[in-house]
């Protein structure tokens, strides 16, 4: 197989394949989106591909026909239809006030108005101007419009350390967004993605028809690369790595689904021959270290700590879950929800893995924190990694405050029997 350019940094779908780029296929999955339903939401962390899925529909859309040849989709859409497609995107800069957060807007409003060729009324504010700028479109282009919204959070997310000037971002954002459920009859798709999930009483107040995809299996690869894309289309790169250490570097990431590796790491790797954290250096977000540190949170607790899909439930500028924002920024991983119960605590340090279980005895008083890890399976779900387990059982007393059993049981790597 040929080597080809390494899309580092690149999130433009026509200079990937006009540059020839590895491009691993993500079209198929945006065929499903798109005759499966019209309005989605999607979380997934920086630097995971989220910018380039949406410049893949957007060119999807517009009809151009030739960056698609040889993909999946080329020979399943009908290349004679040209959609308008309305595009936002606040990942540039940074925006410190609502005034500035307006500016953004209208200038970004002006430049779908100018690429779509329509004229809006003058006077208009921001929501009318948008309204107007979808009804227009859809009346010039003969077809219903595309609306793609790119780091819709990130106005928000930079200024979450100043409440009052993050609550200000939120509600010129609302306004904005609420256009979509207003005029869903002139819009053929709407995509909306972030690293973030603010709840929809909060951002997205009356858009009841934004499905949310975010912890969906079947979506769980939209973004990032799977075992089997390394070996179909950077085969010519894995030469000389370690496929173990690659998977235990970089294969880390699960939303419910195919679990899939962190892409800007790979892509590093394949560059630069060696593993490191290159994701981290680039990728964590001031905003989440600048809270960290404000609540003074115990890092080791962040290691292989497994997310229930329930940290999402509630998230806003006024109420921020740590929990919440590791999972979400890509620290915490979603658990395997197919069995009954959830394991509290994973830990993977110096080469072992450590499994916790912490229970309140007054809540569940039948049999030991111990027991139900063994009973639930938890370390079967473990043992393809191949490291010694530790299965650490910790029960509470809500009456005495205190700690009233502490159990450990040791699994070898290569015996798999209790010691």
């Known amino acids: 197989m040929t080597r080809k350019r390494l899309p580092i940094g690149i999130q433009t779908f026509r200079k990937i394949r006009e540059d020839d780029c590895y491009y691993v296929d993500k079209t198929g999955l945006a065929l499903l989106l798109i005759e499966g339903g019209s309005h989605y939401f999607l979380s997934r962390p920086r630097r995971f591909g989220k910018s380039l899925l949406l410049d893949t529909i957007a060119e999807l859309f517009a009809g151009n026909e030739a960056l698609f040849r040889g993909l999946y989709a080329h020979e399943r859409w009908d290349w004679g239809r040209r959609f308008p497609v309305i595009r936002f995107s606040f990942a540039e800069g940074l925006l410190q006030d609502r005034d500035e957060l307006d500016a953004r807007i209208r200038d970004l409003l002006r430049i779908n108005r100018e690429a779509l060729g329509v004229d809006l009324p003058p006077g208009l504010g921001i929501a009318g101007t948008f309204g107007e700028l979808i009804r227009q479109a859809q009346a010039r282009h003969g077809e219903r419009v595309v609306v793609l919204v790119d780091e819709y959070d990130k106005p928000i997310l930079d200024n979450l350390t100043r409440p009052d000037t993050a609550r200000a971002m939120r509600d010129g954002l609302r306004n904005l967004y609420s256009v979509v459920k207003g005029l869903d009859a002139h819009i053929r798709f709407a995509m909306l993605t972030g690293v973030s999930k603010f709840s929809k ?219």
């Open 201 to 419: 009483v909060s951002l997205f107040s009356g858009l009841n028809n934004l499905r949310d995809i975010t912890l969906s299996p079947e979506y769980s690869a939209i973004c990032g690369y799977t075992e089997a894309d390394l070996e179909a289309v950077f085969a010519p790169e894995l030469d000389g790595l370690d496929r173990d250490e690659l998977r235990r570097w970089y294969n880390g990431y699960n939303w419910t689904g195919e679990a899939v590796y962190n892409p800007f790491d790979v892509l590093l790797l394949f560059k630069e021959r060696s593993f490191h954290p290159w994701w981290f250096e680039t990728g964590s977000p001031r905003f989440l270290i600048d809270l960290l540190i404000e609540r003074e949170t115990w890092l080791p607790r962040l290691d292989r700590q497994i997310a229930p899909e329930t940290l999402l439930s509630r998230f806003d500028v006024d109420d921020l879950p740590t929990e919440a924002l590791l999972f979400q920024t890509g620290y915490l991983t979603a658990e395997d929800s197919s069995n009954a119960g959830r394991l509290d605590l994973v830990i993977r340090h110096d080469q072992q893995l450590f499994l916790f279980e912490f229970k309140v005895v007054e809540l569940d008083p039948d049999g030991s924190a111990l027991e139900q890890i063994k009973a639930r399976g938890y370390a079967g779900k473990c043992r393809g990694e191949g490291l010694p387990m530790h299965l650490i059982g910790i029960e509470f007393s809500r009456k005495q405050r205190n700690v009233v059993g502490f159990e450990v049981e040791r699994i070898a790597a290569a015996a798999n029997q209790p010691t």
